[in-house]
């Protein structure tokens, strides 16, 4: 009888050693792209293709002169491309965050038909494909003057609308309402008891709902290049496009280059907020 905890803690211990190799390969696998974009970043454009998987040597090596040529090429300044890139995540994570989170208030507390139509409707969303609705989006932003970086964040509002309400949704109805209805005794009205007592409290699905959204806008590419106006506007991932196809040559270096640059402000964005990621997505799903 005194054996048998014994064998099934080196039963226990064995299978998290298999778990831990098993992910650990995962895990590199996940990674090796990244390190070889970062590797040929700093290599010569003729030597990326031919020597794709080995580091750079004395030969290959070409410092930074791939990160100067992808920001100075062409007549289009790569600051510019950051700085439209920078403004639409940014303008529409505020704009996604705000009116998702007091819609899924709403539908969450007022329990009625059209709140439920409404929800589902929302939910719905997360299923159509973007390429159903591309042309059409595109000759309605077009018409309605959606086509730069200031209005084009309620373009996107729609398309990650459906994520955000349910995940709010999820999160509201795990609350108590005991406290709303403190507040509304105490003389709060809605919106005070919405921005003074909800939002806080919303925090942890706020900053999973905001992370999941900064890093599919900043990596977007399709949507822009059907919207804005690339001879204005050019965010990273269409300047990196034009970069490829320009004069009929690929710069494959400076691909690279540009492809990192654009992930290190996310990269790092995601390390300092990842912890708050499954917390969120756990809070939001305790009920539905």
């Known amino acids: 009888m005194k054996s048998e905890p014994l064998e099934i803690s080196s039963k226990s211990k064995l299978t998290n050693r298999i778990l831990t190799v098993i992910f650990s390969v995962i895990s590199v696998i996940y990674v090796l792209p990244i390190v070889i974009v970062i590797m040929n970043s700093f290599k010569f454009n003729e ?40 403004t639409i995540t940014v303008l529409s994570t ?8 007091m819609c899924a208030w709403y539908l969450a507390r007022v329990d009625n038909l059209l709140s439920k139509v409404i929800y589902y409707l929302c939910v719905f969303s997360m299923v159509v494909p973007f390429q159903m609705v591309m042309f059409t989006l595109s000759k309605t932003a077009d018409t309605l003057g959606l086509d730069t970086p200031l209005t084009i964040p309620i373009i996107y509002l729609g398309f990650g609308a459906g994520l955000a309400v349910f ?67 050019m965010t990273i991932p269409i300047h990196i496009q034009y970069l490829q196809g320009s004069y009929g040559s690929v710069d494959l270096g ?35």
Request: some cysteine.
């Open 167 to 233: 995940m709010f949704f999820g999160f509201v109805k795990s609350m108590p309402i005991e406290i709303e209805e403190a507040a509304s005794i105490d003389g709060c009205g809605p919106l005070r008891t919405f921005f003074g007592v909800v939002l806080p409290m919303m925090k942890p699905t706020i900053i999973s709902v905001g992370i999941l959204e900064i890093m599919w806008i900043w990596n977007d590419y399709l949507l822009p290049y059907l919207v804005l106006d690339k001879r204005i506007y």
């Open 254 to 288: 400076a691909v690279m280059a540009l492809i990192v640059l654009s992930i290190i402000p996310i990269i790092i964005f995601y390390g300092i907020c990842q912890k708050h990621i499954i917390k969120g997505v756990m809070t939001g799903a305790v009920k539905g």
């Open 47 to 86: 030597y990326v293709n031919s020597a794709t998987f080995a580091f750079p040597n004395s030969v290959s090596f070409s410092g930074f002169k791939n990160y100067v040529h992808g920001m100075t090429f062409g007549n289009y300044p790569f600051y510019n491309s950051v700085l439209f890139s920078f």
């Open 94 to 101: 505020i704009l996604i965050l705000l009116c998702t989170s």
